[in-house]
């Protein structure tokens, strides 16, 4: 693999963890009543945040919808300034869409590489 087809898959834990964050939101921002009971604490914290604090909660979502994207905006850039190929780059922008800073980590350590 050449340096212009730079791409890493970001940690299981990251993505589990902000995959699960994801669901969790978005879960408690339309359908809270539907959170299951077995998550326990967070699964109860994410049923009342979407019940008595929809506007709260609402806002979070928009909130992470717009950091995602601007993520994923910057690691675009980053692909396009670092060179790599189309096909790396829609990886990196994806995967930055969906799991933000875990992955952007990633690709600004190639930075680092490059300077």
Do not use: N
Request: glycine residues 8%.
């Amino acid at each position: 693999m050449s340096r212009k087809d730079y791409f890493r898959t970001a940690s299981p834990f990251w993505t589990g963890l902000i995959g699960f964050g994801l669901v969790l939101l978005t879960m408690a921002t339309f359908v809270p009543d539907k959170i299951p009971w077995y998550l326990g604490k967070v699964g109860s914290l994410g049923r009342y945040m979407g019940t008595e604090k929809p506007q709260i909660t609402w806002y979070m979502f928009l909130g992470t919808i717009a950091i995602h994207v601007a993520e994923a905006i910057y690691a675009y850039m980053l692909c396009r300034r670092f060179g790599l190929t189309s096909s790396a780059t829609k990886k990196w922008t994806f995967q930055t869409f969906l799991f933000g800073v875990a992955s952007l980590s990633l690709l600004r350590k190639f930075k680092q590489q490059t300077d």
